[in-house]
């Protein structure tokens, strides 16, 4: 049997560079030019003018309304004393960063609505400023004065993000939503593909910034001679049966150095592995490539094998730490720190890879379902500890005491699979940390020099039940509509079309009342939200699709082409269901959310607090309870944490030291963003996005800015 793969080293011959204390904030410091603060992706800024005396005083400074409305995931950037952000059907647009004045919009709502974005990449080289903006599967390269396309770059100003992948994978669905990373003259970008085995290939790939031409690829999933080749099967890299393995969550870059941190998500099918037996890398992994060329430096395998969607959720932190060295005496290392799903920090020495608190290959379950084989041992830190809960500490006793059907939560909850790293099952099996985390696309927050993580984590569990798959001939005497349906949809969206809300998946009964046709024909095609699209439908079968929703299929005008072109497993899952109690909150005990203040020089939590506020509770008295969060936060030097990310709609500010709350406000709508703070003219500002939607708040159209009166 293979033997696990967890770090491995390449030849380096890079020197090791001391920290560097910054004290005043120079020009670049003052704004926020980089996706989430920075190169090293630490939400960090040095401005200190917003402090914990007088944070009590922000008002709102400046408001701007988007031509449109939704969630709104975007860190915004700050460069130059101008704003750029993205709206809810990602268009970009360019704000007076004092003012919030618009200055100039990109983009057409009408055909971009349908994937989320987290913002944009700015280059510069003396004159040419751009701004590199990915609308779908295109990467568009903007004058960032006037927000009108470069025609020099790519085709007449854009590229196709499929560009160097096999001709297997030049139709299949594919969106970026995370903003890409400058190194020089290039730019890597991350992406978002299928979980299904239909996926395309994860390839890491660089393009040059000025004139779009792909530079570098490294293969995700190995090909032949390749290191890593032998821990799938032999034609994975063919991409006729398996996928993804993908970064879609960014990266973070140590430029001085070259070196590009890169996390990647699980091989698709996310769920069932049995046409992909092996470890599986580079899946799941936090790699370390040579910026200038994709050469692999080192990499760490965070999951192996991975049947649970373990996707490394966020860029990872370049930070120093101290530690003890062999001589007794304390030593700085320049180190890089990975938060996971599943609730797990995972340390490494930046250069080396070395793990600088061991981690354990701990014995995993070996049952599973028939054709599928779990890889035997599955990786652990033994510090810090988890931030969020493990299923397997779970007993009867953690379901919720504000449950009204507390009994017979507990009688579901014992016939669910509970162990560590268990497999998915048909009695279904518990997912906590949940499919969304743990930590999450908000990431964490760091001051590089003090060597603490802030991080905010859900606990919301979730249930993986699988069944059988249909066979053919139990879909044949389906209309070709319901066909398709059964086969890509039901999954989600239930058989009775009624989806599950609690969840997040919309009924689609009676669809014909609240969209129109070419509305639901451009969604199956181009995906929304969690969901993908289905670009392997041919028109006829998208057309049969439509027009079954709708309730108008003609069957004898559709062609009789097969419905199903992925490649067939025997299970699939039964959607994404969260472990709820019939008032729709959590079935498990509080806290629901947290935020945590990690010491990763020594591995100990400074502080954790539950983060955020179910009203319903609170007009009974519960104190807090927590509640799902998605965004991250931001830490200054002046001792703030701030962060909004809670559904409960609020905006706060915390001392970083002890974890107390020093300000709150109620937001227009939910603000699933991180925010950002700049200083424009001697004024220091937070601005945050405000588009709710998700978790069923309600929907908002703002980006909201902050200030000392």
Known sequence: MLKPLSWCVGGLALILAGAQTVSIPNDDQREWREYLGGPDRNHFSPLTQINKNNVKNLKVAWTWSMPDSGQTQVNPIVVNGVLYGVTATVQAFALDAATGKQLWLFGDKSKNGSNTSRGLTYWEDGDDKRIMHAMGSYLYALDARTGKVIESFGDNGRIDLHTGLPETAKSKYMVSNTPGTIFEDLIIMPLRLSEESDAAPGDLRAFNVRTGKLVWTFHTIPYPGEFGYETFPPDAYKNTFTGAANNWAGTAIDRKRGILYVPTGSAGYDFYGGKRKGANLFANCLLALDARTGKRLWHFQTMHHDLWDRDLPAPPNLITVTQTGADGKPRKIDAVAQVSKQGYIFLFDRVTGKPLFPIKEVTAPKDALP??????????????????????????NDISIHAPDRDSLKIKFKGYKKALFAAPSKEGTVILPGFDGGAEWGGAAADPNEGILYVNSNEMAWILTMKDTPKESELSNLSPGEKVYTTYCVTCHGAQRKGNAKSGYPSLVDIGTRRDKAF??????????????????????????????????????????????????????????????????PA?????????????????????????EVESLKAKGVPTTGTENYGGPVVTASGLLFIAA??????????????????????????????????????????????????GTKKGNQYVAFALE
């Open 646 to 695: 809670t559904k409960d709609g609020k905006f706060r500010a915390f001392d970083k030291k002890t974890g107390k709350l020093l300000w709150e406000t109620q937001l227009p709508a939910a603000g699933f963003a991180t925010p950002a703070t700049y200083e424009v003219n001697g004024k220091q500002y937070v601005v945050i996005a405000c588009g709710g939607t998700k978790l």
């Open 588 to 612: 498990i005990s509080p806290p629901w959310g947290t935020l945590n203040a990690i010491d990763l020089n020594t591995g100990k939590f400074l502080w954790k607090i539950p983060f955020g």
């Open 520 to 585: 639901v024909n451009q969604l199956v095609s181009s995906g929304k939200g969690m969901m993908p699209g289905f670009t392997m439908l041919t028109a006829d079968e998208k057309q049969a699709l439509v027009s079954f929703l709708f309730g108008d299929e003609k069957v004898e005008a559709v062609s009789e082409t097969p419905a199903s072109k992925k490649v067939y497993l025997p299970y699939q899952s039964t959607g994404y269901n969260k472990f709820l109690d019939a008032n729709g909150l």
């Open 371 to 396: 054709g599928e084989y779990p890889w035997p041992t599955q990786p652990v830190p033994s510090k810090p500890a988890p931030y969020a809960r493990q299923a397997y500490t779970l007993t009867e």
